[in-house]
């Protein structure tokens, strides 16, 4: 059984798809991208893997307030939710929240919401993409 957070998550995802198919017009198509969990599919480095070749891959101890999620500061993911550091152009630096969707977990949403199909379906440079159609 999953926990209560696991589920609001979950709808939360649902939601936001049910929102992109009800802003569509009837036929009308969409482009769905989410980041890869695994992100060296098929032993073909993503372009983020190529980009972070010279860090060290850790996992920083540093947790958020809540003390539930991990930093991300090396390669390869070590979990599904992450805080990633990101640096603005002005040089500010901030924590972002990403969920990282594995193999299947995209498109098993998808086929929750009534009212549309999945055209195509595919992994490309650390992304799972998703065509859809409002039907």
């Given at each position: 059984?999953?926990?209560?957070?696991?589920?609001?998550?979950r709808?939360?995802?649902?939601?936001?798809?049910?929102?992109?198919?009800?802003?569509?017009?009837?036929?009308?198509?969409?482009?769905?991208?989410?980041?890869?969990?695994e992100?060296?599919?098929?032993?073909?480095?993503?372009?983020?893997?190529?980009?972070?070749?010279?860090?060290?891959?850790?996992?920083?101890?540093?947790?958020?307030?809540h003390?539930?999620?991990?930093?991300?500061?090396?390669?390869?993911?070590?979990?599904?939710?992450?805080?990633?550091?990101?640096?603005?152009?002005?040089?500010s630096?901030?924590?972002?929240?990403?969920?990282?969707?594995?193999?299947?977990?995209?498109?098993?949403?998808?086929?929750?919401?009534?009212?549309?199909?999945?055209?195509?379906?595919?992994?490309?440079?650390?992304?799972?993409?998703?065509?859809?159609?409002?039907?």
């Amino acid at each position: 059984m999953e926990n209560t957070s696991n589920l609001t998550m979950r709808l939360s995802k649902l939601r936001a798809i049910q929102e992109i198919i009800r802003v569509l017009k009837s036929g009308g198509q969409a482009c769905i991208t989410v980041w890869a969990y695994e992100q060296n599919l098929c032993d073909e480095p993503s372009e983020y893997l190529k980009m972070r070749r010279k860090k060290r891959n850790v996992q920083m101890n540093r947790r958020d307030n809540h003390g539930r999620l991990r930093v991300h500061e090396g390669k390869e993911f070590t979990q599904p939710d992450m805080l990633v550091p990101f640096q603005n152009a002005d040089g500010s630096r901030f924590l972002r929240y990403y969920h990282l969707f594995r193999d299947f977990e995209l498109e098993d949403l998808i086929n929750d919401v009534r009212g549309c199909i999945i055209e195509k379906y595919f992994y490309e440079q650390g992304n799972w993409i998703a065509y859809i159609r409002k039907t």
